[in-house]
């Protein structure tokens, strides 16, 4: 370990640009709201004025720990997937026989943060999808509850690869060597794909609540439109253009390619979100996050877009 | 001393145990009283349920909270008997065994005192922690308390999850976010049976509101 104080010397200017670069869209989406509360006072704002109050405490934790060193950021990305495991195994219906697996399930999300910190992509990337699936079924046999065995393997496994392996891919992007992306490092790919992602769902929804006629899975989500679809993926592949010189090592026709798989992938992300609830009959997944509702409803799409954009990244460049 | 390792201990472990690590989702947390005297009953699944109960209240609040417990189980270990006296600052009870009971003891006596001192008694009725997510039988005791103190507000709590987090005879700590309903205060109507049956119908109401995880 070096000797530096806590404080990330090494922090891009392209990064500091781009923190503040968004919180000039969080200034902008509060007068926003302000306004829309003043002028129509007979309608409701209290969830969205919420919404963005919110996405400033979710910023602003995010810069700090940007600005830190590496690890404060990975620790932080791993308390977001302790809470958005934690959900997961609030909603699902659970066996008692199985409360040491679980226990040893919520073990896994320190050791898969370790293997981050630690810059160790073999065991990272085997980790959850190898030796976590077979060694908790395992344990499960061992204690010999064969009634709903399958669907306690099955329903443990799909939370882990959702809220703990797919997410920590956010936090492998901070531990990528620096020479492949010398514009802005990790902090800039990280920036970059949360930025897109959540910009993402907020310009499906926009678009959708403009334009949106025809539904696009009544069944799962019926306010989701084709237009909003549409509209959104093309925005976000727009800002991704824009944006690609700045923070990432990507050309222009590879950032479009970057542009629609987020697009695309954070749409999948939301229903697949979206589904599970329905399947267990519930709104919000908690009531963490004021106006968002729990943390799996806020990273949804993330659950899809970080390891889809992590290969794409390090396939091209690392 | 005691009292400073009291408020160092909730704002250290107590509270972000809870609060953090747990996590609550209270639906009418405006229905918890303000300040004493009351009681708060609640259904009893673990011994994390007097730790949620406690977070419930504001700090300035935590010198009143007074979990009433089975002296018979928590003072028999002497390191045991003095957390539960000092840092959750327990009222022990004698559970009244048969042909053991002491006639000449009111087993309620340090409950009513605290009570006249504006206490906020934590009561489980059930009086053990029995089977996961399942609510036994609730005891007297409250009723005779409410018929000593009819001004006195016994406002009802359901939580559910705590089973999950760390069934009886488990060590390790499952975290799962626990759901809380408080209810509205249980009227005094007049005799001690009807009260109790009064206040075992208000906790199952309120279990009626939540979410229906499977459990098995």
Redesign the interface.
């Known amino acids: 370990m070096s000797n530096l104080p806590i404080i990330d010397l090494d922090m891009a200017p392209n990064v500091a640009i781009a923190i503040i670069a968004i919180y000039v869209l969080l200034v902008v989406a509060s007068l926003f709201t302000w306004s829309l509360a003043k002028r129509r006072p007979e309608r409701d704002y209290t969830e969205l004025r919420q919404r963005v109050r919110t996405w400033w405490v979710i910023v602003t934790l995010f810069a700090v720990a940007i600005a830190l060193k590496p690890i404060f950021a990975i620790s932080l990305l791993g308390f977001v997937s ?2 958005a495991f ?2 997961y ?3 699902i ?4 026989a199985d ?2 697996v ?2 040893l399930a ?1 073990l896994t999300i320190p050791i898969q943060y370790y293997w981050v910190a630690d810059g160790w992509y073999g065991m990272f990337i085997v980790f959850i999808p190898v030796y976590a699936f077979l060694l908790l079924p395992a344990r499960m046999v061992l204690i010999g509850e064969t ?2 065995f399958i669907r306690a393997a099955g329903t443990l496994h799909w939370g882990l690869m959702t809220t703990v392996f797919s997410l920590s891919h956010t936090a492998f992007l901070l531990a990528l060597p620096q020479s492949g992306n010398p514009v802005a490092g990790g902090d800039g790919l990280l920036l970059y794909l949360l930025l897109l992602t959540q910009l993402n769902d907020v310009a499906q929804y926009v678009w959708g609540k403009s334009f949106g006629k025809h539904k696009v899975v009544p069944k799962v989500s019926p306010k989701k439109t084709v237009e909003g679809l549409f509209g959104g993926i093309a925005t976000t592949a727009v800002v991704a253009v824009i944006a690609a010189p700045f923070l990432t090592p990507l050309t222009r026709w590879e950032a479009l390619a970057a542009g629609l798989l987020i697009g695309a992938a954070g749409f999948i992300g939301d229903i697949s979100v979206s589904a599970v609830k329905r399947d267990l ?2 709104k919000d997944s ?3 996050l004021p106006g968002h509702g729990g943390i799996l409803d806020r990273v949804d799409s993330l659950t899809f877009t970080a390891p889809l954009f992590f290969h794409f990244v390090y396939y091209l460049h690392y | 001393m005691v009292r400073l390792l009291r408020v160092l201990f909730w704002i250290l472990i107590g509270r972000p145990l809870v609060l953090v690590v747990l ?1 609550l ?1 209270v639906r009418n947390h405006q229905g918890l009283p303000k300040h004493g005297p009351a009681i708060v009953v609640a259904n009893h699944n673990s011994h994390l349920d007097t730790f949620v109960l406690m977070s419930l209240f504001p700090l300035r609040l935590l010198g009143r909270l007074r979990p009433v417990a089975a002296a018979d189980y928590f003072l028999k270990n002497p390191l045991l008997a003095w957390f539960t006296l000092n840092i959750t600052n327990m009222i022990p009870i004698e559970r009244s065994r048969p042909g053991k009971l002491n006639r000449d003891a009111d087993p309620l006596q340090e409950s009513a005192a605290a009570l006249k001192a504006g206490d906020v008694l934590l009561v489980f009725p059930e009086g053990t922690r029995g089977e ?1 997510e399942a609510l036994a039988k609730f005891k007297g005791g409250v009723a005779r308390l409410k018929e000593q103190f009819p001004d006195v507000p016994v406002i009802p709590i359901y939580m559910q ?1 705590l089973g ?1 987090v760390m ?1 009886r005879g ?1 060590i ?6 626990v759901d809380v309903f408080v209810g509205d205060p249980v009227p005094w109507v007049g005799h001690r049976p009807a009260f109790t049956q009064a206040m075992e119908q208000a906790v199952v109401a309120l279990k009626a509101q939540a ?6």
């Open positions: 302790f809470l934690k959900e195994i609030t909603l219906p659970t066996r008692r409360h040491r679980l226990f919520y009634d709903g009959g519930i908690g009531n963490i | 996590g989702n996961t999850g999950r069934p488990e390790a700590l499952v975290p799962v976010v979410p229906n995880r499977a459990w098995r």
